[in-house]
């Protein structure tokens, strides 16, 4: 593996981390219950990857 796959990589990995932790700071603007509720409605409505990963941050939240 190159010197450039490896800096790509770290790259791409730091990205994904920025973006995680922007979504769960404004996920976690929804501070209200009725704020949750509304939230939480709307994920329920979606299936897949993008709709688990925001539950597993609103309940890691909500802990």
Known sequence: MSIS???SRLADHR???AAM???EQELASYSSPSD???IEAIVARHTG???RLVEEILTRQAA
């Open 5 to 7: 796959t490896l800096q």
């Open 15 to 17: 990205a994904r981390k």
């Open 21 to 23: 932790k922007q979504l």
């Open 36 to 38: 949750r509720a509304e």
């Open 49 to 51: 990857k993008d709709a």
